[in-house]
Nanobody, 121 residues
Framework: QVQLVESGGGLVQAGGSLRLSCAASALTFKNDAMGWFRQAPGKEREFVAT????????YYADSVKGRFTISRDNAKTTVYLQMNSLKPEDTAVYYCAGGRMPTMTPAYAYWGQGTQVTVSS
């Protein structure tokens, strides 16, 4: 079972930037699509971004398109989420996930524990 550990969350002012990292425990990571999701208090987990195993294709939620960038380094078994122009509504726990296919649904085989992102106004 692949384990994922997220890092890079924190408190930032609106308009600022953060870079989240998600480190995977197994080399099989390089064969899997990876996704980022987020969950705000009282809300359902929602899709943020996903990337194919090669990094050749990426997909984003409309709410983050143009502000967030997902990328991966298969040699380091790590996926990243660069978040720019952050807004208070981006406040949530951010989770990374991995699976066979990139999807906007939570249908991923394994998940990290999450990292808190708080954007102050």
């Amino acid at each position: 079972q692949v384990q994922l550990v997220e890092s890079g969350g924190g408190l930032v002012q609106a308009g600022g930037s953060l870079r989240l990292s998600c480190a995977a425990s197994a080399l099989t990571f390089k064969n899997d699509a990876m996704g980022w999701f987020r969950q705000a208090p009282g809300k359902e987990r929602e899709f943020v971004a996903t990337i194919t195993w090669s990094g050749g294709r990426t997909y984003y939620a409309d709410s983050v398109k143009g502000r967030f960038t997902i990328s991966r380094d298969n040699a380091k078994t790590t996926v990243y989420l660069q978040m720019n122009s952050l807004k208070p509504e981006d406040t949530a726990v951010y989770y990374c996930a991995g699976g066979r296919m990139p999807t906007m649904t939570p249908a991923y085989a394994y998940w990290g524990q999450g990292t808190q992102v708080t954007v102050s106004s």
